[in-house]
C-alpha cells in the first residue's frame, strides 16, 4: 500500500466514522422528541383527570350546601 492509498483508507475510515457519529445524534434526537412527546401527552391527561376531579368535587360541595341549607330551611319552618 502506498501513501495516496493509505491517506485515502483513513480519509474514508474518518468520513465513516463522521456518519456513525451523526446517525447516532439523529437517532437521540428523534428519541428525546418521542419521549418529550409522550411527556406532554401525560402532562395534559394529568391536566384533564385534575379539572375532571375538581369539577366532581365542585358539584358534591354544591350539594352538600344545598342539603345544609334545604335542612336548615326545614328547621326554620318549624318555628
Same mark, same amino acid.
Given at each position: 500500500? !502506498?501513501? &495516496?492509498? +493509505? &491517506?485515502?483508507?483513513?480519509?474514508? +475510515?474518518?468520513? !465513516?466514522?463522521?456518519?456513525?457519529?451523526? @446517525?447516532? @445524534? =439523529?437517532?437521540?434526537?428523534? *428519541? /428525546?422528541?418521542?419521549?418529550? &412527546? =409522550?411527556?406532554?401527552?401525560?402532562?395534559?391527561? /394529568? @391536566?384533564?383527570?385534575?379539572? *375532571?376531579?375538581?369539577? +366532581? /368535587?365542585?358539584?358534591?360541595?354544591?350539594?352538600?350546601? /344545598? +342539603?345544609?341549607?334545604?335542612?336548615?330551611?326545614?328547621?326554620?319552618?318549624?318555628?
Amino acid at each position: 500500500m !502506498n501513501a &495516496k492509498d +493509505m &491517506k485515502q483508507l483513513l480519509s474514508s +475510515m474518518e468520513s !465513516n466514522i463522521k456518519l456513525q457519529g451523526r @446517525a447516532r @445524534a =439523529e437517532k437521540r434526537a428523534r *428519541e /428525546a422528541e418521542r419521549e418529550q &412527546k =409522550e411527556f406532554r401527552e401525560k402532562l395534559m391527561c /394529568a @391536566a384533564a383527570s385534575q379539572a *375532571e376531579l375538581e369539577s +366532581m /368535587a365542585k358539584k358534591i360541595k354544591g350539594t352538600d350546601a /344545598a +342539603m345544609q341549607r334545604d335542612q336548615l330551611t326545614g328547621l326554620m319552618d318549624g318555628f
